[in-house]
């Protein structure tokens, strides 16, 4: 069987070899844990792998998939009581099989749902978490504006207007990834009497929300970013979140959606690995498999190095999660600011969002990520530049995980603020 015929599948040429899990990083989930990283395995090798590269050819999102991806049961997994380094592994292996699935994934369910659980009243759950849960509906979080992007803690012009038991929303966002066919979307948006900025969830189907698919992507082209535009759109109080009451809100939720993120960078060398070292087993030239060649095998190590070295960056910060250490932190952070050391804080959006242990892990594995993909298309040569051989894929679409949830630079600027003590943004 040739490579071209074993499109969209995962890689098996080299199942008898040992794994990209180079240092057994899943052996230290439980048993329960294992069993079901290997149902979400199996899943994603029948119902996404195969048909991956079709979708992002075509820039479709298969709705069709949502029952049975609902049907996993890994909606907020923490919150059903498993280990982060578990919710983390399950982002990997949804990157490893397709980024943009896992990105789906991510925005309803680690921005959406975990905005349910963390700051929703008891009635706001009572009418949407059990549905969200099992992607009956679906949720999407605007937070990034045409003009605003990293500055958009100081620079946000989207507007919430009290008017009686309602609130007028007026502005516009972008980027916001399930835009064109979410159920309701979190709005975040300026509170004109007060200045603070509000978390409101907003029904797609109120007078004056309109959304536009943005075109002509060359990555994530699977996920449907939409540019959204909010016209005297009225939103009862009702679905205003009350447990947001400043930008600072967002940092529980950017600080840990940007974790998930560095788990993306993992998947995504997973999968460059996978692809570059079947190819390399099989693509035979002068003779003989390209695979023996020492330039070959170096740049195989290269990526299994850098693989490895973000898995085991990633699985120290869900230990740290799981101690608890990073909430400590944020929650230290924030009375520093309250007692005058803002200046700590930068006046940017991704500047305040999280801990720069988590900027750190975000920002140096985005960068592996970056070197491990390019290895792996100048290893399949010629044909690691179309989407038949996978490869293409994988590499455009480590470029937007390379930017998005705060930059390289962005991030990268948080930790030399943490170092130094000195803030190189404002």
């Known amino acids: 069987m040739t490579v071209t015929e074993r499109v969209g599948s995962l890689p098996s040429a080299a199942d008898s070899l040992p794994s990209a899990d180079f240092f057994h990083f899943e052996e230290l989930l439980s048993d329960r844990e294992q069993r079901k990283l290997a149902e979400v395995r199996e899943f994603l090798a029948a119902e996404v792998a195969p048909y991956a590269a079709d979708w992002w050819n075509r820039e479709y999102f298969p709705k069709e998939l949502l029952p049975k991806l609902g049907a996993l049961g ?3 997994p923490v919150q059903q009581g498993y ?20 990105t789906f994934f991510m925005v309803h369910h680690d921005l959406f749902v975990e ?19 099992s992607l009956r509906i679906t ?10 992007g990293s500055d958009v803690a100081g620079g946000m012009a989207t507007t919430a207007t009290r008017d009686g038991d309602s609130w007028i929303l007026n502005g516009s966002k972008r980027w916001i990834g399930n835009g064109t066919f979410c159920d309701y979307m979190l709005v975040w948006a300026r509170d004109t009497e007060t200045g603070e900025v509000r978390g409101f969830i907003v029904d797609s189907r109120l007078e004056g929300f309109s959304t536009r698919k943005i075109e002509h992507k060359t990555a994530l082209r699977t996920v449907q970013n939409a540019d959204v535009v909010f016209e005297n759109v009225r939103v009862p109080e009702a679905d205003r979140f009350a447990g947001i009451n400043s930008f600072k809100d967002t940092n529980h939720l950017l600080r840990g959606s940007r974790i998930m993120v560095g788990w993306q960078t993992v998947g995504q060398q997973l999968a460059a690995f996978d692809t570059a070292r079947s190819y390399a087993l099989e693509r035979l030239q002068f003779g003989r498999p390209i695979a023996s060649f020492q330039l070959i095998q170096s740049q ?9 070295a973000s898995m085991s960056m990633m699985a120290r910060v869900a230990q740290i999660q799981e101690s608890g250490e990073l909430q400590e932190a944020a929650e230290l952070q924030e009375a520093a600011e309250l007692q005058g ?4 804080q930068g006046a940017t959006g991704d500047a305040g969002a ?16 970056r070197e491990t993909v390019a290895h792996g298309r100048s290893i399949l040569g010629g044909n690691g530049i179309v989407t038949d051989y996978r490869m293409a894929k994988i590499f455009a679409d480590a470029e937007a995980i390379y930017t998005y949830e705060g930059s390289f630079e962005i991030n990268t600027l948080i930790v030399g603020r943490d170092i130094t003590g000195l803030s190189a943004i404002v």
């Open 74 to 76: 890994l909606s907020t």
């Open 83 to 102: 280990s982060h380094l578990f919710a983390g592994l399950v982002i990997a292996e949804m990157t490893r099989a397709d980024t943009s699935i896992a």
């Open 115 to 133: 905005s349910l659980h963390r700051f929703g009243t008891q009635d706001q759950k009572d009418r949407l978490l059990d549905d969200a849960m």
């Open 139 to 148: 949720g999407a979080f605007a937070l990034t504006e045409p003009d605003h």
């Open 300 to 308: 195989l190590v290269q990526m299994l190095g850098n693989t490895v």
């Open 341 to 344: 050391a803002a200046e700590l």
């Open 354 to 369: 999280d801990m720069p242990q988590a900027a750190l892990a975000k920002s140096y594995t985005s960068a592996r990520m």
